[in-house]
């Protein structure tokens, strides 16, 4: 297997995906600053797959929602879900040799990034198993816009692109075989950080998830997209948690807030990102 070092928010640390190796230079990096046009043909204002931009924020045309907040999307992952989930606080307790996060819907992978960057600036964190998953992946050039609405964050290298596109390109109907995998290693030497996305629909993929310790419940709100937020798959949610599994999400919709409290979570309403008044956290008893 071949690694490749890079300097990511000053930190070193390899990147390799599991079935074939995926590259990244430096060059890759500053290409971000520089804001250079790439391979992908990055175009701000495309209109393209059911997306637009605005703000630099994408908007779903399907569903009618952002992918996240215009008023900082970087900050309101960091509150909602890593924060949400109390995933510091877990760290700094002596948390387990491995944590499992399950995130509905991947999108723009910000969620993903946010979290690894913080799992990179603790000094000897576990190591995480990320899944997620994704029924309507972005193309390459709208999540190549993510590097210009948050300057001076490692995002999407060329070769992240390149190896996301790989795997959309070999699109299979299963959703266990149709699976990008990334594994990012901490400069401790000890652990690493794993990316597992699978492409398909929420019910499909959810079942192939393992037990979870930390949930980012982030599909779009509920009044625009219900098939995040069933019954169905808030019980699929339930049965792939165990004592002590956590969940967070920007949402506070009564219904869903009482289905979770019927399946033996606690659910705590706290003050919301930004303008938002409200969202929810949860802990399994
Ligand atoms: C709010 S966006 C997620 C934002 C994302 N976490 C990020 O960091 O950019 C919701 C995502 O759920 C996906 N989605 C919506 N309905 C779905 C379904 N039925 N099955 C799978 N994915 C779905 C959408 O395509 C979209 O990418």
Redesign the pocket.
């Known amino acids: 297997m071949r690694h490749n070092k890079f300097d990511f928010s000053r930190m070193d640390f390899v990147i390799f995906q599991t079935t074939s190796p995926v590259s990244v230079s430096l060059s890759d990096l500053l290409q971000h600053s520089d804001q250079k046009k790439s391979t992908f043909g990055m175009n701000l204002n495309h209109r393209k797959n059911g997306i637009e931009m605005k703000d630099g924020v994408?908007v779903?045309l399907?569903?009618g929602?952002?992918?996240?907040s215009k008023e900082g999307?970087w900050e309101e992952?960091r509150y909602v879900f890593w924060e949400g989930n109390r995933i510091p606080k877990a760290l700094s307790s002596g948390s387990p040799n491995v944590c499992t996060v399950g995130?509905?819907?991947?999108?723009?992978?910000?969620?993903?990034f946010?979290s690894l960057e913080h799992w990179l600036l603790e000094t000897n964190p576990p190591s995480f198993q990320f899944y997620?998953?994704?029924?309507?992946?972005?193309p390459t050039e709208t999540l190549q816009s993510l590097n210009h609405s948050f300057p001076g964050k490692a995002l999407w290298t060329e070769s992240l692109l390149q190896s996301y596109d790989k795997q959309l390109q070999s699109w299979k109907e299963d959703p266990k075989e149709n699976v990008w995998k990334c594994q990012f290693l901490h400069n401790n030497g000890k652990t690493s950080f794993d990316l597992n996305l699978l492409f398909?629909?929420?019910?499909e993929?959810l079942v192939q998830f393992p037990i979870v310790d930390f949930w980012?419940l982030?599909?779009?709100s509920p009044s625009k997209?219900p098939?995040?937020w069933s019954e169905e798959i808030l019980s699929l949610i339930g049965s792939h948690s165990q004592k002590g599994t956590r969940l967070a999400t920007f949402t506070s919709a009564g219904f869903i807030r009482r289905f979770l409290e019927s399946l033996g979570f606690t659910i705590e309403k706290q003050k919301g990102f930004g303008k938002k008044r409200e969202m929810i956290t949860g802990v399994l008893q």
């Open positions: 994408p779903s399907t569903f929602d952002v992918y996240f999307g992952s995130e509905l819907g991947f999108g723009t992978g910000l969620n993903f946010v997620s998953l994704e029924g309507f992946p972005l398909g629909d929420v019910k993929c980012y982030d599909g779009f997209n098939s995040m």
